[in-house]
């Protein structure tokens, strides 16, 4: 099922985003959802075309961004957003991807993310053997500390791939070079700006400020383009996070909210810290952002 799934999730991601290329420069009439939230036809027959895709191989349960809720009684449930990214894509500077996200039983499992104009798709899937499976059941009835749970559940087997023109490329290293990169943004309330003076106020961090869509900013997190996140609170949508979540948690990525608690992907609502599970510096980042 495995192969399945992340077959469907790059079958999918790679149609849509071929869809959405060819359609880059001519995307119509702009619709309103709501303030500041835009929409194009291109967004709604993107998702379209995933689903289409999803439903003519699994029976699965649809939650995406532009098109009713699909209930089909199956374990499995896919959540997507065709273009994350509205707004830079109306643009024209792209800074937008396809997102996926794959949950078994109310556990992301698998998803993706492609940087469309790029023709650059991150995908993975995470399983456990029977093994780990019983022991994963024995030690979640005795955990209580969500730090100790971020950490517990990156033990699983993790695979990520990065597939560039239809071709597997090279996994990057995350091996660390130069000062620690910080991608920060919307750091707006008192303890937001603390903690972004903190790491101004130190040279062995360098601070990164590109607009990505959060699915992009998470791909390239996974990839090792940046070294730890820190996003101030935002109103995201399960589908916005769930591909990218699934990309960091498959590489060993902490992912907490603002208040030092284990990031809820179906309430990401309070901001985003994340720091690779053996970074040297993981202790020191976590002081800076005050979670202990």
């Keep these: 099922m495995e192969a399945k799934i992340k077959k469907i999730l790059i079958d999918a991601a790679q149609k849509a985003g071929s869809f959405i290329r060819e359609h880059a420069f001519s995307i119509g009439t702009i619709e309103w959802k709501g303030e500041n939230n835009p929409v194009t036809k291109i967004d709604k027959e993107a998702e379209l075309i ?5 439903l003519n191989n699994l029976k699965a349960n649809i939650i995406g961004e532009e098109h009713e809720k699909e209930h089909n ?9 065709p273009i994350d990214g509205t707004k830079p894509f109306i643009r024209g500077e792209f800074f937008c991807a396809v997102s996926i996200g ?3 039983n109310k556990k992301i499992i698998a998803g993706c993310v492609h940087d469309f104009m790029r023709d650059i798709l ?14 994963s059941e ?3 009835k005795n955990e209580k500390d ?3 749970e971020n950490e517990r559940e990156n033990e699983e087997k993790q695979e990520i791939e990065i597939i560039y023109q239809g071709k597997e490329a090279l996994i990057p290293s995350l091996e660390h070079f130069g000062k620690v990169t910080v991608y920060i943004d919307r ?3 008192e303890k937001e700006k603390r903690v972004r003076e903190s790491f101004l106020n130190d040279s062995e961090f360098e601070i990164h400020t590109t607009r990505s869509s959060i699915a992009l900013t998470l791909a390239l997190l996974a990839r090792g383009t940046y070294d730890t996140l820190v996003i101030g609170h935002k109103g995201w949508n399960t589908w916005d996070i769930a591909g990218g979540f699934a990309l960091c948690k ?6 907490f909210d603002f208040y030092g608690n284990a990031f809820d992907y179906t309430n990401p609502t309070k901001g985003l810290i994340a720091v690779h599970k053996n970074a040297a510096w993981k202790e020191k980042f976590l002081k800076k952002c005050e979670i202990d």
Excluded: C, H, P
């Excluded at 498959?250 to 992912?255: E, F, P, S, T, V």
């Design 50 to 54: 995933i689903r289409k895709e999803i």
């Design 146 to 148: 969500d730090k100790k």
């Design 122 to 135: 991150y995908v993975t899937t995470t399983t456990k053997n029977k093994k780990e499976e019983k022991q």
């Design 73 to 81: 009684l199956s374990e499995y449930t896919f959540y997507i957003d």
């Design 187 to 189: 750091l707006i309330n």
């Design 138 to 140: 024995k030690e979640s």
């Design 102 to 104: 794959v949950e078994k």
């Design 250 to 255: 498959a590489q060993g990525y902490l992912l």
